[in-house]
């Protein structure tokens, strides 16, 4: 059973600095993985897709990598800006031609601060 | 241009009605899914339709019944709504491009009183 875990679960940083958010998974025969950004009381907005054949995607000042073999992935945000605070979620894909359901991660609230 | 909707944006009821969600999207995807975020903010899937075929099912309650008329629609019907049932219910869609990219609605902010 694919689990999805993302550290840290909050983060407050101050305007401007990079900032790394970090996912792992149980499972590394994935489909693919994709980011999401929610804001509050709002729905999911995808970011970045990462297909199981792909090393990173990137953009503007996001750039997500993939280590399927680790199972791991990291969302680098650049330059961060106060409007980049919300919960960033990451969701893993089966594999073999992708079972059509996403797991979640439990999220990261990001808040930065101006 | 909405992408994916749904309505009703908040529900409040009590304890026993039935209710229904309805969702609808526009970009010719073939897949459709509704997923639960529980009071704990953690999302997790219920049911995934293809060309209005059940895929996917969760050992969700069969109080839960979605229902697809056509491929740009699927709709969630619960009977005999629990205080447990409270949460927020997010329809997504996906298409065979972009490697099945997911597309979410706003959500509906489901009370159970």
């Known amino acids: 059973k694919q689990e999805v875990t993302q550290i840290p679960a909050a983060l407050s940083v101050p305007e401007g600095e990079n900032l790394v958010l970090n996912c792992s998974f149980t499972?590394?025969?994935?489909?693919?993985l994709q980011w999401f950004r929610q804001d509050p009381g709002k729905g999911l907005t995808s970011l970045l897709l990462i297909q199981s054949s792909q090393r990173e995607q990137t953009s503007g000042r996001l750039n997500a990598s993939l280590d399927k073999s680790s199972g791991r992935s990291t969302l680098y945000i650049a330059a961060s800006q106060p409007g980049d605070s919300a919960t960033y979620l990451c969701a893993v894909r089966g594999g073999q031609g992708g079972s059509e359901k996403l797991v979640f991660g439990k999220g990261t609230k990001l808040t930065v601060n101006p | 241009d909405t992408a994916v909707s749904q309505t009703p944006k908040y529900l409040v009821t009590q304890m026993g009605n039935d209710k229904s969600i309805k969702c609808e999207q526009n970009l010719g995807h073939d897949t459709m899914y509704w997923y639960k975020q529980d009071s704990k903010k953690f999302l997790k899937i219920m049911f995934s339709y293809n060309n209005k075929e059940l895929i996917i099912n969760e050992t969700v309650p069969n109080r839960f019944s979605p229902k697809s008329p056509d491929k740009a629609h699927l709709n969630l019907h619960i009977n005999s709504l629990e205080l447990g049932d409270s949460a927020v219910y997010f329809c997504a869609s996906s298409g065979r491009d972009r490697g099945g990219e997911q597309y979410f609605g706003p959500g509906t902010r489901l009370t159970v009183t």
């Open positions: 499972d590394s025969a994935i489909y693919n």
